[in-house]
C-alpha cells in the first residue's frame, strides 16, 4: 500500500484470515487505512466484509493474521480494548436494546459514568453533528433512522479515530442517506477515519476516497471510486459478467388477478405497525413492487396477504375475482396464490427439517402432497428433485436439512417451490435479502418469466436497485399506508425516496 | 474452556448413542454416590439395574424354572405401562413445545374418574364395564388437560404453571374424595374407597403375575402415535408447530387447534394410565395412587427421543429403575429416594448428551479470546 | 386477625426470597424452572447443619450455599451446553425432590427450635401493628431488604443496567462486549442462593421440621410470582403478601367458621395461581412489554 512518506497508516489489517471449521470466510486479506480516509469495504452479500470488521472490533479474533494500530502490531480481544484504542462501530443490525432508553444505551457502551453526565455529552454531540435524538425516549419507540443515531452518537462519544459502519444506508430514505454523508464528510474532516462497508456502488462513488474490494473471502482489488466506474467495481465485486436480466419487451397487462381494496388492519401490540386502506391491483404479465424502508408495515401487509392473519371483509382480497380476504392460507393456495414471506428461517422454512419436508409445509394441499391426511413423502422427494434442478440449488446431500443451506441456495429453494407450482398470483417479501449475486440474478429472472407467463406478481422489496429492476409499477409503503403504484418509467430514485420518507408527490397533493 | 461449535447437520449417530451414554454416566455417578453412602457400588448397582434384566434372562433360557423367574420381569412391565403411554402422550406434546407437566394431576382425575364409573358404574359383563372405565379414566385426564389448553390458547397463560397447579389440585381433590363422600364404610377409619367390582378390575395376562391387559393397550397406542408422528399430516402439524410456530401459520396450521390437540391427547393418556394402574393394582381409590408417575413420564419421553415408540423403551428402563429401587430398598436397605436421584441424573445426562448431537466440543485454552 | 397477619408475614418470606431470586434470573434471560428443586435442597440442607451444629446462621448460609450449587448445575447444563432450559429447570426439580429426600430422611419428625424472634423494646408488644411489624425473626426483615437492594440494583446500578440489557438482547450485549454468559451465571446462582433462603426459612421458621417435599408448590408459585409481578420487583413484594394471604386461608377459614372441607381450602394458593396467571397473561402487550425479550433462549457466542 503505498502511503505517502512519512505517514505512517492509522490501521492494517496484513494476512488476516478466518476460518469456520474448513470454511474461510477471510483468506488472507490486507486492508489499510489512512487517517481522515473515507474508506470503503466493497463486496457482495457473502464476501466477508461483516467478519473481517467483526474481527477489527474484537467480537471475533482471527484465525492467522495481524493488525497493527498506527505501526504497532495489537491484539483486539474484546469490543472494549478495540474502543480504547479508538475504534468504533456502527453495526448493520442495531446492537440497540428495545427496552431500555437512549441514554441506558449509549452508557452500556461507555465506561461506567454519571448519567447527568452522559445526557449533557448526548446534546453535544447530537449538535455538533445534526444528530438530533431525546436521551430519555424508550429505544423501541424509534424509526430506524433514529436508531441508527443512537448507535452513531454511542461511537462517537468515545472520540473515535477510526468509525466503521457496517452497511448503515439499506434502512435509510435517499434523504436520510443525504443526512448522514454529511455527518461523515464533517467526520472524516476532523481527522476521524470511516471504513465504510456497502454494496452500493453510487453511494461508494459519491462518499468514499478509495476502496477495498473482497470477494469469497480473499480480497482481489484496491480502486479509487471517484476513478473507476459503477460497472468496474461490480465486476470486480462478482467476477463474471454481470447477468443482464433479460426483460422483454413491455406487453399490455391483462385482468386484475390480484385485487386489494381498502385493506384495514389495527396493529399487532405495543409494537406492529397499522394498515390504513390499503389498496392495489396486480394484473397478469406485470410485475408490482412495493418500495419502503424496513418497519413501515411490510410484515403486516404479507400476513394478510397469505392468510396469516385475516381481513375484515372477504371482498377486501380478490384473487381471480374469489374474494380471499378471511381465507386462511390453505385455501388461497389452492385458489392459486403462491407466497415467499421475508424470513426464510422459521418462516418459509424450517432450518431443522429437510428440503423434502419444507415442500410438504406449502404444498401439503394444494398440491396433494399430504392429501387425506397421510404424506406421500414420494411425491414430496419428487418436487424437492424438480425445484434443486430448475434452480440450481446446491447443497451437500440428496435431501438435507434445510439449515445447512446457503443463504442464497435457500433463498433459491424457497422461491423455487413456489414458482413451479405456476401459480396465478405470487406474492414475494425481500426477494435476495442476504443472498449472493448468482442466486439473486437467478431469482428476478425467474420472478420476470413467471410474470411473462401471465401471472401477477407482487414484489415487496427494501432494495430500490431490486425494484427498479424488475418492476412495472412501483407503490411505497409508509406508516401502514400505500401510495398508488406507478410506472417504473415515470419514477425515480429521489421521488420513490420522497414517498419513503412519508412525503407526497406534488400530483397526489390535494 | 468448552467451545461448541455447531455440526452442518444433526448427527444421526449421536441422536440413536446419546441415551446410552447418558445411561452409562448415570451408573457411574451412582457408583460414586453408593459408595459415598457406604455402599459396595457394584453390588448396589446390579441390584438396582441389572438383576432384574438378568432374571428376565433366566426366564427367557430355562423354561423349566420359568414359573421361579417370572415375578420381577412381570412387574417390571406392570410398572413400565403407565409410564409408556403417559410418556408416549408427552412425547406428541413436547415435539409441539407443549410442555404439560401437570400429567400426574391428570392422571389423578383418570383414577377419579375411572373410580366413579367403578364405583357407581353399572353391574354387567367387562365386556360393557371395562371400556365404560377406560372410557371414563381417559375422559377424566382430558377434561383436566382441557384446562390448560384452554387458559394457554384463550388467554396466553403459561401451560406448565397451570398444569402443575392443578396437580396439586387433583391431589386435594381426591384425598377429599376418599376421606369424605367415597370413604368405604367397612374401611375402619383407612381413607379408602369401596373396593372395586369384579368387572372393574382389569384381566391379567398371565396367570401368577400381576400383568395386566394394559399391556397391550399400551403397545398398541405407543405404535399407533409413532406412526401417526411419522407418516401423517397431522403429526407433521405437530412437529412443524412445536419447532416454529411462524412456519406453522405460513402452512395454513392451526397453532390453537394443535395445543388443543397434543394437551387432551397427552391428558386423556394420563388419565386412562391413571384408571389402569388403579384398577390392576390396586383395586380401590386411596389417596397415594402413584400419581409420581406423571413427573417421571417427563423421563421416560426424553429417553425414548421423544419418539412414541421410543418412549416404550424409556418406559422399561425406568420401571427396570423401579423395581431395581424396591430390591435395594429390601436387600440392601437403601432408603427409596435413591432411585429418584438416579432419575434426576438420568435427565440431566440425557440433556447433556444431547449437546453432542448438535454441536461439536472443542477444548481451548482460556486466553483465547474474551468470556 | 392478628395472628392470621402475623403469619401472613412469615408466610410471605420464602415467596419473597426465591420469588426476587427468580427475578434476577429472569430478568437476565435466564428462566430456571428448579426452584421447588432448590428450594428444597436448602431446605433440608439448612435443616440438617442447625439439628447438628445448633448453629443458626451457619443453616442460613448452608441453606443459600446449597440453593447456589443446585443453580450451578443449572448453569452448566443450560447456559454452557445449550441444553434446553425449560427440561433442565425440571431435571432440577426432580434431582432436587430425591436429593432432599435422601439427606433428609435421618431428619423426619425430629423438630428444631424456631429461629429467634428480634423484639424492640415497647414498640413491639404493645400496639398491634407493632406485633404485626415489629417482633418477627431476621430473616423476615432480611427478605425486604434484599427485596430493596434487587429493586435498587436493577433500576440504579451499572450492573444492574448491563443484566437488564442481557436479558433484552443477547447478540447486541454480546456485540458490544458484555460477558453474556458470566452475568447469566451470576444472576442465575443468586437466583438460587435465594431459592436456597426461602427453603432454609421453611424448614427453620415456618414450620421447624422437615418432611419430604415440604414446599408444597412454593417454587412454583414463585415462578408464577413473576409473571404476576411483570418482572418488576415492588409487583412482586406484593404478590407474594397476596399469596401468602392465600396460602394462610386454610388454617384460618376453620377457624374462623367456614364451612369448607380442608382440602379446598388447601386448594386455594393454587387456584388463586391460575387466576393470577389468566388476569396478568391475557393481556398481550403487557406481558410482550415487559417479559425479558431473550427469556429461556440459549445464547452462543460466534468466535
Redesign the interface.
Same mark, same amino acid.
Given at each position: 500500500m503505498d502511503t505517502p512518506a512519512g505517514q505512517t497508516a492509522l490501521f492494517e489489517a496484513r494476512d488476516v484470515s478466518k476460518l469456520f471449521?474448513t470454511f474461510a470466510a477471510n483468506d488472507k486479506v490486507s486492508l489499510v487505512v489512512q487517517r481522515g480516509e473515507k474508506h470503503a469495504l466493497l463486496g457482495e452479500n457473502g464476501a466477508g466484509k461483516s467478519t473481517l470488521v467483526k474481527m477489527m472490533y474484537?467480537v471475533?479474533?482471527p484465525t492467522s493474521g495481524q493488525f497493527f494500530w498506527r505501526s504497532q502490531q495489537v491484539t483486539i480481544?474484546?469490543p472494549a480494548a478495540a474502543r480504547e484504542m479508538g475504534i468504533g462501530m456502527v453495526f448493520q443490525h442495531f446492537s440497540v436494546f428495545d427496552a431500555l432508553n437512549v441514554a441506558e444505551n449509549i452508557a452500556l457502551a461507555l465506561p461506567p459514568q454519571s448519567m447527568r453526565g452522559l445526557s449533557d455529552s448526548i446534546a453535544e454531540v447530537s449538535e455538533a453533528y445534526g444528530l438530533a435524538i431525546d436521551p430519555e425516549r424508550a429505544v423501541h419507540t424509534l424509526s430506524v433512522g433514529e436508531k441508527q443515531r443512537v448507535e452513531i452518537i454511542r461511537c462517537l462519544l468515545q472520540s473515535p479515530q477510526l468509525l466503521i459502519m457496517d452497511e448503515p444506508t439499506s434502512v435509510l430514505t435517499p434523504q436520510e442517506t443525504q443526512i448522514l454523508f454529511s455527518t461523515l464528510n464533517k467526520l472524516a474532516e476532523d481527522g476521524c477515519a470511516i471504513l465504510y462497508i456497502s454494496h452500493k456502488l453510487e453511494e461508494v462513488k459519491t462518499l468514499c476516497d478509495t476502496a477495498t474490494i473482497l470477494r469469497h473471502g480473499k480480497l482481489v482489488a484496491h480502486c479509487d471510486p471517484g476513478k473507476s466506474s459503477a460497472r468496474e467495481m461490480a465486476e470486480l465485486m462478482v467476477g463474471d459478467n454481470i447477468a443482464n436480466l433479460a426483460r422483454n419487451g413491455a406487453t399490455q397487462p391483462g385482468d386484475a388477478r390480484l385485487e386489494i381494496t381498502d385493506l384495514t388492519l389495527p396493529a399487532d401490540g405495543d409494537f406492529g405497525t397499522a394498515l390504513d386502506r390499503i389498496s392495489l391491483k396486480v394484473h397478469a404479465g406485470e410485475i408490482v413492487g412495493i418500495a419502503g424502508i424496513a418497519g413501515e408495515g411490510q410484515p403486516e401487509l404479507m400476513d394478510a396477504l397469505?392468510?396469516?392473519r385475516l381481513a375484515g371483509t372477504p371482498a377486501t382480497i380478490r384473487m381471480d375475482g374469489a374474494p380471499l380476504g378471511r381465507a386462511?392460507?390453505?385455501?388461497r393456495?389452492a385458489a392459486g396464490a403462491a407466497?415467499v414471506?421475508e424470513?426464510r428461517n422459521?418462516?418459509?422454512?424450517?432450518s431443522?427439517?429437510t428440503l423434502s419436508?419444507n415442500v410438504?409445509?406449502?404444498h401439503?394441499?394444494a398440491e396433494g402432497v399430504?392429501g387425506g391426511?397421510?404424506?406421500d413423502f414420494g411425491k414430496a422427494a419428487d418436487w424437492t428433485r424438480r425445484i434443486r434442478e430448475a434452480f440450481d440449488v446446491r447443497a451437500?446431500?440428496e435431501n438435507?436439512?434445510a439449515g445447512?443451506l446457503s443463504g442464497g441456495n435457500l433463498q433459491k429453494f424457497v422461491v423455487g417451490r413456489e414458482i413451479l407450482r405456476k401459480p396465478g398470483v405470487l406474492i414475494v417479501s425481500q426477494p435476495t435479502w442476504g443472498v449472493d449475486a448468482g442466486a439473486a440474478a437467478v431469482i428476478r429472472q425467474a420472478l420476470i418469466d413467471l410474470a411473462w407467463d401471465g401471472a401477477a406478481v407482487l414484489v415487496i422489496s427494501q432494495d430500490l436497485e431490486e425494484v427498479f429492476a424488475i418492476c412495472d409499477r412501483i407503490a411505497v409503503i409508509y406508516h401502514g399506508t400505500l401510495s398508488s403504484a406507478k410506472p417504473a418509467a415515470e419514477m425515480t430514485a429521489e421521488t420513490v425516496g420522497l414517498l419513503m420518507a412519508g412525503g407526497t408527490l406534488a400530483e397526489d397533493a390535494a | 474452556m =468448552?467451545?461448541?461449535?455447531?455440526r452442518?447437520?444433526?448427527s444421526r449417530l449421536l441422536a440413536v448413542l446419546s441415551p446410552v451414554v447418558a445411561i452409562a454416566l448415570m451408573l457411574f455417578a451412582g457408583a460414586i454416590m453408593l459408595a459415598a453412602m457406604g455402599q459396595p457400588p457394584l453390588q448396589a448397582l446390579y441390584v438396582y439395574f441389572f438383576q432384574p434384566v438378568h432374571e428376565l434372562w433366566f426366564y427367557l433360557v430355562r423354561p423349566e424354572e420359568r414359573a421361579m423367574w417370572i415375578y420381577t420381569p412381570s412387574e417390571v412391565l406392570v410398572k413400565a405401562i403407565p409410564l409408556a403411554l403417559i410418556g408416549a402422550g408427552l412425547t406428541i406434546c413436547f415435539r409441539a413445545n407443549v410442555?404439560n =407437566?401437570g400429567a400426574a394431576g391428570q392422571y389423578t382425575l383418570g383414577a377419579i374418574f375411572g373410580g366413579a364409573a367403578a364405583l357407581y358404574g353399572p353391574e354387567g359383563s367387562p365386556w360393557l364395564t371395562l371400556p365404560l372405565y377406560l372410557a371414563a379414566g381417559a375422559f377424566g385426564g382430558l377434561l383436566w388437560a382441557a384446562i390448560p389448553a384452554l387458559?394457554r390458547t384463550?388467554?396466553?397463560?403459561?401451560e406448565?404453571?397451570?398444569s402443575?397447579?392443578?396437580t396439586?389440585?387433583a391431589t386435594?381433590?381426591l384425598?377429599?374424595l376418599v376421606?369424605?363422600p367415597w370413604k368405604s364404610p367397612t374401611s375402619f377409619g383407612f381413607p379408602v374407597s369401596a373396593d372395586f367390582t369384579d368387572s372393574y378390575l382389569l384381566p391379567v395376562l398371565v396367570q401368577g403375575t400381576r400383568l395386566h391387559l394394559g399391556l397391550i393397550l399400551a403397545i398398541v397406542i405407543a405404535v399407533a402415535l409413532a406412526l401417526m408422528m411419522a407418516?401423517?399430516?397431522?403429526g407433521?402439524r405437530v412437529?412443524?408447530i412445536g419447532?416454529?410456530p411462524?412456519?406453522g401459520?405460513?402452512?395454513?396450521f392451526s397453532q390453537s387447534g394443535t395445543i388443543w390437540f397434543v394437551l387432551l391427547l397427552s391428558g386423556g393418556l394420563a388419565g386412562l394410565a391413571g384408571a389402569i394402574e388403579v384398577s390392576a393394582t390396586i383395586g380401590k381409590l386411596q389417596p397415594e395412587i402413584s400419581a409420581s408417575y406423571g413427573?417421571t413420564a =417427563?423421563?421416560v419421553a426424553?429417553l425414548g427421543r421423544l419418539n412414541p415408540a421410543g418412549a416404550l423403551l424409556g418406559a422399561l428402563i425406568l420401571a427396570i429403575s423401579y423395581i431395581g429401587g424396591e430390591n435395594a430398598q429390601i436387600l440392601l436397605k437403601l432408603?427409596k429416594?435413591?432411585?429418584? =436421584?438416579?432419575?434426576?441424573?438420568l435427565?440431566?445426562f440425557l440433556?447433556?448428551c444431547?449437546?453432542l448431537i448438535?454441536?461439536r466440543i472443542r477444548w481451548t485454552s482460556a486466553s483465547?479470546?474474551?468470556? | 386477625m392478628e395472628p392470621f397477619l402475623i403469619s401472613m408475614m412469615i408466610a410471605a418470606t420464602p415467596f419473597l426470597f426465591a420469588g426476587m431470586g427468580e427475578l434476577v434470573a429472569e430478568r437476565s434471560g435466564v428462566l430456571n424452572?428448579g426452584v421447588e428443586g432448590m428450594m428444597l435442597m436448602g431446605a433440608v440442607a439448612a435443616f440438617a447443619v442447625s439439628w447438628s451444629t445448633g448453629n443458626s446462621t451457619l443453616a442460613i448460609l448452608t441453606g443459600a450455599f446449597a440453593g447456589g450449587l443446585m443453580a450451578l448445575?443449572f448453569c452448566v447444563?443450560?447456559l454452557?451446553?445449550?441444553?434446553?432450559q425449560?427440561?433442565?429447570g425440571?431435571?432440577?426439580t426432580?434431582?432436587? *425432590?430425591?436429593?432432599s429426600?435422601?439427606i433428609g430422611?435421618n431428619f423426619v419428625g425430629e423438630a428444631l427450635e424456631p429461629l429467634q424472634k428480634l423484639t424492640i423494646p415497647v414498640m413491639s408488644d404493645s400496639t398491634m401493628l407493632g406485633r404485626v411489624l415489629f417482633a418477627h425473626d431476621g430473616m423476615v426483615y432480611l427478605a425486604l431488604v434484599m427485596a430493596a437492594a434487587v429493586a435498587w440494583f436493577l433500576s440504579l446500578s451499572r450492573a444492574g443496567l448491563e443484566l437488564r440489557a442481557v436479558g433484552d438482547s443477547h447478540t447486541s450485549a454480546h456485540a458490544l462486549?458484555l460477558?453474556v454468559?458470566?452475568i447469566r451465571y451470576a444472576a442465575t446462582i443468586f437466583g438460587g442462593a435465594m431459592a436456597g433462603l426461602g427453603g432454609a426459612y421453611l424448614s427453620l421458621a415456618y414450620t421447624p421440621l422437615w418432611g419430604e417435599n415440604m414446599t408444597?408448590?412454593r417454587g412454583?408459585?414463585a415462578?408464577?410470582l413473576e *409473571?404476576f409481578a411483570t418482572w418488576r420487583p415492588w409487583r412482586l413484594v406484593a404478590g407474594a403478601y397476596l399469596f401468602a394471604t392465600v396460602t394462610q386461608l386454610q388454617f384460618y377459614g376453620q377457624n374462623w367458621g367456614w364451612p369448607i372441607?380442608a382440602?379446598?381450602l388447601?386448594?386455594a394458593p393454587?387456584?388463586a395461581?391460575?387466576v393470577a396467571? *389468566?388476569i396478568i397473561?391475557?393481556d398481550?402487550g403487557l406481558?410482550k412489554a415487559n417479559a425479558p425479550a431473550c427469556i429461556g433462549q440459549p445464547f452462543?457466542a460466534e468466535?
Open positions: 471449521g474484537g471475533m479474533q480481544p474484546k397469505t392468510g396469516e386462511g392460507p390453505t385455501d393456495r407466497f414471506p424470513e422459521g418462516h418459509a422454512a424450517i431443522d427439517l419436508e410438504i409445509l406449502a401439503h394441499t399430504a391426511g397421510w404424506i451437500g446431500d438435507p436439512a445447512s | =468448552i467451545l461448541l461449535e455447531p452442518e447437520q444433526p410442555w =407437566i387458559l384463550r388467554f396466553n397463560a403459561n406448565i404453571l397451570v402443575l397447579m392443578l396439586y389440585v386435594l381433590l384425598d377429599w376421606r369424605g407418516r401423517t399430516l397431522r407433521f412437529r412443524v419447532a416454529a411462524r412456519a401459520a405460513f402452512a395454513g413427573f =417427563i423421563i426424553f432408603p429416594n435413591v432411585t429418584g =436421584i438416579f432419575q434426576g441424573m435427565l440431566f440433556l447433556a444431547d449437546t448438535r454441536y483465547a479470546g474474551a468470556a | 424452572l448445575i447444563i443450560a454452557s451446553l445449550l441444553a434446553n425449560a427440561a433442565t425440571l431435571a432440577l426432580i434431582f432436587g *425432590v430425591g436429593a429426600g435422601l430422611q462486549g460477558p454468559i458470566r408444597n408448590g412454583w408459585i415462578l408464577a *409473571v372441607p382440602q379446598f388447601a386448594m393454587y387456584l395461581t391460575v396467571l *389468566v397473561s391475557r398481550i406481558t452462543r468466535r
